[in-house]
């Protein structure tokens, strides 16, 4: 097998695992997403959506009139034990200022006083824009006495339902009234959705359109409701709606534009009446007293401001939708999504760094674009899936790229480990597309070496001492060569054949191979001196260097490769080698023409070798001038 078509087994293996990770994790966070593992989180950037809203002037007509601690200071009477009578006073003074509606957010469920009771019911039938409240729940049913509803205008649902972290996000349109004896059950309208249907239309002549699942109809007016429930626009934390306490309603001390024209809302608002709630406003940084220093702490909105809100909502038509409106919505974003990230993550072999910056553009873009679509659009688009998909697939795409880089530094270390020094071997690895294994025709110079008279040595030594006297000499050989950066190409019984400006490029090959020779010389002599000492035999190396043209790769056959050069200037940086005597460094004329300012050389006489028809230039290289 070629060395191209490893390499393209391998690219089409690391594809296959790849594409196979991009799906798997896009069908993991699919699948958590339908188990609704991301909820919690998605309904904290629900949270944070609102905290970052900038706060806005409110243009609305809903007055809230509190039950609070200062009208029990002021009427001298607990917040829960506020008579009929002073109902029915609010009641007189408000349709006498000129409200619009009067609406209630408490329910006249039990008989108190008669004479009081008669009293609130005269003012409700008196007034005639009066919405009272009815609680629908599993465990009970409360609804107005029927002395109070004949002069009602409506009748509305007050029930709210937390979502799983206790926050108050959206409201129930309809209820279905199963108590009473008609076979129809009777359909009753959240709070907020009835107060502004009379406030559209006062006579009440819309007609209920509950046939789409998705939205509901009152007339012209359509809500969206998917689920049956509408989200709730906040147009801010709690006390953000105007408010005055219900003393002042009682006693009449109202100013002329204060309530002409306006939907009053009546209830409690004092912490003892526990008629608050948790809502996306809940957690806000917001000044102390105390000084300049923000603090966080937690708010609660009373239940007549989230109603409040709901109304406004309605008049508005600032209705929030949300991606999960449509079931196939976000799985089509994930899918989506996924398959980009499968994309990016095999672009990751060729462009880490262009996509890791795509990378940190969805990392970013994501969540700003779910924060966009809130402020500007009011839409809720669930950002946590989708956030979490692609830091999933940028995640694996690190552990991808770096199982790649390992693959890549595997190949290189199998490849040219045993050829070049550790050095190179790290530079190929940071730079692959220098160390091209095919064939291929390169400038480089070729260095042989071969001990003199050692097959006589030998003769004399035990195979044992041979090879202890080989590795002793071919170990320090091989430093200095690869010192110099230089190639091995083999070892030939005793001889050296090494390379250099391949794999690493090396504009100055010719003067590396030099000095590696001159260097390589100075340690055979220091060796003998050393083996002389101990009675030991000494050596001696003839060397010949070349730089040309050759064919440089991996080459050989389908069951054994090499990598290698081949070519006549190989064959010359041979044969120069053998005419070298012991100690001789010989070089022919490109290498000198490459060395000449670095070095001493001595011109020999023109020799004739083997293929050649004409004789060869040589120089004997004397010493190096330079001190590198």
């Known amino acids: 097998m070629t060395t191209a078509s ?58 809230l009139v509190r039950i609070d601690d200062e009208s029990a200071a002021r009427l001298q009477l607990r917040p829960t034990a506020i008579p009929r009578r002073m109902y029915a006073a609010a009641v007189r003074r408000l349709a006498d200022a000129g409200a619009r509606i009067v609406a209630f957010d408490v329910v006249f469920a039990r008989s108190e006083d008669p004479v009081q009771d008669a009293d609130l019911a005269q003012a409700i039938a008196e007034a005639g824009n009066v919405i009272l409240s009815r609680y629908i729940g599993v465990e009970r049913h409360e609804k107005p006495l029927p002395m109070f509803r004949k002069g009602e205008l409506g009748e509305a649902l007050i029930n709210f339902r937390l979502d799983r972290d206790n926050l108050l996000r959206d409201v129930h349109l309809v209820s279905m009234d199963l108590s009473g004896s008609a076979q129809e059950p009777e359909p009753v309208l959240t709070l907020g959705l009835e107060v502004a249907r009379l406030f559209l239309d006062p006579s009440g002549g819309q007609e209920l359109d509950l046939d789409d699942p998705s939205e509901l109809g009152l007339g012209t007016l359509r809500v969206p409701s998917p689920d049956g429930r509408m989200r709730v626009h906040y147009y801010g934390p709690p006390g953000t709606f105007p408010h005055l306490s219900f003393w002042r309603a009682v006693r009449g001390d109202l100013a002329p534009d204060e309530v002409r024209g306006k939907i009053v809302l009546i209830g409690g608002a004092a912490p003892t009446l526990h008629d608050t709630y948790l809502t996306p406003f809940t957690e806000k940084w917001v000044q102390t007293l105390a000084g300049p220093s923000a603090e966080k702490q937690t708010v609660r909105m009373d239940g007549m401001e989230i109603h ?57 873009g994501i969540p700003a674009a779910g924060y966009g679509f809130f402020r500007w659009r009011w839409y809720w688009l669930d950002v946590v899936p989708l956030t979490m998909l692609v830091v999933a697939q940028a995640s694996a795409a690190v552990a991808y790229q770096r199982y790649l880089e390992g693959q890549k530094r595997r190949v290189v270390q199998q490849m040219f480990g045993r050829y070049v020094s550790p050095q190179v071997v790290e530079h190929l690895i940071r730079n692959p597309d220098t160390a091209n294994p095919s064939g291929r025709k390169e400038r480089l110079t070729v260095f042989f070496s071969d001990l003199r008279g050692f097959t006589g040595l030998s003769e004399s030594m035990e195979p044992q001492e041979v090879q202890r006297f080989l590795n002793e000499y071919f170990t320090e050989m091989t430093r200095i060569l690869f010192k110099h950066s230089g190639t091995l190409d083999k070892f030939m019984g005793d001889a050296i054949m090494a390379f250099f400006g391949n794999p690493e490029p090396q504009p100055d090959h010719a003067r590396r191979a030099v000095r590696m020779a001159i260097e390589m010389q100075e340690v055979v002599a220091r060796l003998n001196r050393a083996w002389s000492a101990v009675a030991r035999p000494t050596i001696g190396v003839g060397m010949g260097i070349n730089t040309g043209e050759v064919t440089v790769g991996n080459l050989g056959s389908e069951q054994f490769l090499d990598y290698t050069v081949i070519g006549d200037p190989v064959n010359l940086a041979c044969r120069l080698q053998e005419h070298a005597k012991a100690g001789e460094i010989l070089i022919a004329q490109a290498t000198y023409d490459e060395v000449k300012d670095t070095v001493e050389a001595e011109r020999l006489e023109p020799i004739q070798v083997k293929g050649k028809s004409e004789p060869i230039t040589v120089y004997r290289v004397i010493s190096r001038r330079d001190a590198g």
Do not use: C, M
């Not at 089509?332 to 996924?338: D, W």
């Open 6 to 63: 490893v390499n393209n087994l391998a690219s089409v293996r690391a594809g296959r695992i790849g594409i196979t990770i991009g799906i798997g994790l896009t069908l993991l966070v699919l699948g958590l997403f339908q188990l609704g593992a991301f909820e919690w989180l998605e309904l904290r950037s629900y949270v944070l959506w609102h905290a970052l809203l900038p706060r806005q002037a409110l243009d609305t007509r809903v007055l």
């Open 308 to 364: 409040a809100n709901a109304i406004q909502t309605i008049l508005d038509r600032s209705f929030i939708h949300g991606s999960r409106d449509w079931w196939w919505l976000v799985p089509g974003l994930l899918v989506g999504l996924g398959a980009l990230g499968t994309a990016l993550l095999l672009w990751s072999r060729t462009r880490p760094r262009a996509v890791a910056v795509l990378w940190g553009v969805l990392l970013v």
